[in-house]
């Protein structure tokens, strides 16, 4: 995957999950990285919870997050393979680094 440009790809993995049953919002937050002298987002995916005595109210937890469009894209797609019931691909030796490091840290 080329990295940038991944937001089409992004709606449509949040679409197709959407169709799965799953509600997966992605929220944005920056900051200002003193490394790379600029603003940089960080992409935070949620899945919302529907509150099972109020209909009209729900609750979001968040899955993962990244600064990386790249990374956020595979994640959905590995979530979007698991609720099928598909094997998940293991084809990205770097993302397979990044995925088994950020839930080592945020477990």
Same mark, same amino acid.
């Given at each position: 995957?080329?990295?940038?440009?991944?937001?089409?790809?992004?709606?449509?993995?949040?679409?197709?999950?959407?169709? =799965?049953?799953? &509600?997966?919002?992605?929220?944005?937050?920056?900051?200002? /990285?003193?490394?790379?002298?600029?603003? %940089? !987002?960080?992409?935070?995916?949620?899945?919302?919870?529907?509150? =099972?005595?109020? &209909?009209?109210?729900?609750?979001?937890?968040?899955?993962? /997050?990244?600064?990386?469009?790249?990374? %956020? !894209?595979?994640?959905?797609?590995?979530?979007?393979?698991?609720?099928?019931?598909?094997?998940?691909?293991?084809?990205?030796?770097?993302?397979?680094?990044?995925?088994?490091?950020?839930?080592?840290?945020?477990?």
């Amino acid at each position: 995957m080329a990295a940038g440009g991944q937001s089409k790809t992004i709606q449509k993995l949040q679409k197709a999950l959407l169709y =799965e049953g799953e &509600r997966i919002a992605i929220n944005t937050s920056q900051f200002y /990285s003193e490394d790379k002298h600029k603003m %940089v !987002t960080r992409y935070h995916i949620k899945k919302q919870i529907p509150d =099972e005595e109020n &209909r009209n109210r729900s609750s979001n937890v968040e899955l993962f /997050s990244s600064c990386s469009q790249i990374q %956020v !894209t595979l994640f959905l797609r590995d979530l979007l393979f698991e609720k099928r019931g598909e094997e998940i691909p293991h084809d990205n030796p770097i993302w397979e680094e990044a995925k088994a490091r950020y839930f080592e840290e945020h477990g």
